[in-house]
């Protein structure tokens, strides 16, 4: 896991920059290769954040249901997903929430080996966009293990799956033989 | 009449791990050599505009502290974030700003110190700037993950093989050991390419760019200001193409081509009266943004220079080399002289200003016959676009 690297290098860094203050007083650590000063940030941040998705609620009871929410525009038939909650062809917001059939192919896809920290401690993912049959793309992650059998153009079918270690409900892409 | 806009001066720090300079330092590196070109007084300046993104970097307010330590404050700043394609967008505004009689002399500056970070925290950063919500949240898409998904298109709709992304790296390679303030500055062979280890599959580490710290400065004036001071030989902007698309890559039609390098390529030639069907005989030099092997085919083929799906092919011949069709990337591109992200797009005219003037290395200089040049720069992946052409 990169996860495990990830954090030794961290924790390397730390105890360097702890040594450091003992030694000169300062967080001044010298760069591994040029073995310029370096001053290590006392001030660690830590962010996170609180997004609304009052608008949007439905999409998540839908998945709670089991269900794959769009939106639609009453007046002009667009189809949102991501669903949005007023229609920004027509500027109408009138809108109602279909089921998309979660059947369509796939598009294109990519396996990531370097992964964002907060993403770690996952093993490598595989992330693809799908178009449906309903004419929309989605991006989501692609289950399937054998990485042969993905192909752009593969019969691919949507659905609802929890997401581990975190426990929470988002969709998946599976691959349809 | 349209005011027409020149540039008087132009700098570059060394791109790469700088970690021996801090953030105003690197900027003055690049400022300093730009002001000191274009040998004006510094009260001549009107206004600074910075390009920076931020976020991996102490400073969040850059354009305040650089005005600072340039010695310019009293006249008025602003930073420009287009992503990637900031730079362009900074010089966009200078540009702007002179032409519509709003100043007479604007300086550009471009940084990005990225290295104040680590990189699973820039990793972390990069791979949010798309759409927060909707791709990194829930599926942690990396930078060189949104454009793989551009890559396994292409590869699957022209036969483009992994080999062939590498030749892109291979030749800006070449001309980055040849820039003596590239990141890179070695060769790299179809070997090393193709064993570096996978980042994003089809990507390979060698197919991107690296975490570059570095700065880039453009000085730029009316003509009036220039016919008045007496400055010979000025690079003139000729026009600017620009345009976006959405930031969910699922709401594209197709993963081929970056609709907005196609859209802001037409408003430029458009706006600067050039023929479409005789571009590389137009250009004698071209710098595009290449943040990844597969960005610089697609930018081909998104200019016009070649057709759909013979972008590959035309590495595959070294035809984008000093000598072939059109060279492209004699900097070393993205790829080799590094990719500071803010700076980006100001290094990419700094660059091409050199090319017009014959001053880039012998190594690496273009036969330059007619005098133009343009820059192609996105934003994001395909976010944002800005093609910028000059002459002498």
Request: hydrophobic share 35%; charged share 25%.
């Amino acid at each position: 896991m990169q996860k495990i690297i990830y954090d030794e290098g961290i924790k390397k860094l730390e105890e360097f920059v702890k040594e450091s203050k003992k030694i000169l007083g300062f967080p001044i650590i010298p760069d591994q290769k040029l073995g310029t000063a370096l001053w290590v940030s006392n001030r660690e941040l830590k962010i996170n954040y609180i997004i609304s998705v009052e608008k949007i609620k439905k999409f998540f009871e839908g998945l709670s249901e089991g269900k794959i929410y769009a939106t639609k525009c009453l007046n002009c038939n667009e189809i949102y997903f991501p669903p949005q909650s007023e229609c920004s062809k027509c500027k109408n917001e009138k809108m109602e929430w279909i089921e998309l059939s979660g059947e369509g192919e796939l598009l294109t896809f990519t396996k990531i080996f370097v992964k964002p920290y907060t993403f770690s401690h996952y093993e490598d993912y595989i992330v693809g966009i799908a178009r449906l049959k309903e004419g929309i793309n989605v991006t989501a992650w692609i289950e399937e293990k054998d990485f042969e059998k993905i192909k752009v153009g593969s019969k691919i079918k949507l659905k609802v799956a929890k997401r581990f270690p975190e426990e929470y409900l988002t969709y998946v892409i599976t691959i349809i033989d | 009449m349209e005011r027409k806009v020149g540039i008087i001066g132009v700098g570059s720090s060394r791109f790469g791990i700088r970690n021996d300079v801090n953030f105003n330092e690197l900027a003055y590196e690049s400022f300093k050599e730009a002001i000191n070109e274009a040998n004006i007084d510094l009260k001549d300046v009107s206004f600074l505009v910075v390009s920076n993104i931020g976020g991996w970097s102490s400073e969040p307010l850059p354009a305040v502290t650089i005005g600072e330590y340039l010695g310019l404050t009293g006249i008025g700043t602003l930073r420009v974030e287009a992503a990637c394609a900031s730079g362009s967008a900074a010089i966009k505004t200078a540009h702007d700003m002179i032409k519509s009689g709003e100043g007479e002399v604007v300086g550009v500056v471009g940084i990005e110190k990225m290295n104040e970070s680590t990189t699973p925290v820039v990793v972390e950063m990069i791979g949010r700037a798309g759409n927060y919500f909707w791709e990194f949240e829930n599926f942690g898409l990396t930078f060189p993950g949104y454009y793989a998904l551009y890559a396994t298109a292409y590869m699957n709709k022209y036969g483009a093989k992994e080999e062939d992304l590498c030749e892109v790296a291979i030749k800006n390679h070449y001309y980055g050991a040849r820039n003596p303030k590239a990141h890179f500055q070695k060769e790299v062979t179809l070997e090393e390419c193709m064993r570096s280890r996978y980042v994003a599959w089809p990507l390979k580490l060698y197919d991107c760019t690296p975490i570059s710290d570095g700065s880039a400065t453009v000085i730029l004036a009316s003509e009036d200001y220039i016919r008045k001071s007496g400055i010979k030989e000025p690079i003139w902007i000729k026009s600017i193409g620009y345009s976006n698309d959405t930031s969910n890559l699922s709401k594209r039609d197709n993963f081929l081509s970056l609709k907005a390098s196609v859209e802001a390529a037409e408003k430029a030639y458009k706006k600067a009266n050039i023929d479409k069907d005789k571009l590389t005989k137009i250009f004698d030099v071209i710098e595009v943004h290449d943040c990844f092997t597969i960005a610089e085919i697609l930018a081909y083929e998104d200019l016009g220079l070649f057709k759909r799906g013979e972008g590959y092919k035309v590495v595959r011949e070294k035809q984008t080399y000093i000598g072939g069709i059109i060279p492209v990337n004699l900097s070393g591109g993205l790829k080799a002289k590094g990719h500071p992200l803010g700076a980006t797009g100001v290094s990419m005219i700094a660059e091409l200003v050199k090319q017009l003037n014959y001053k880039a290395e012998k190594q690496r200089q273009a036969d330059i016959k007619n005098g133009y040049a343009l820059a192609h720069n996105v934003g994001g992946t395909g976010h944002y676009a800005y093609v910028t052409i000059l002459s002498r």
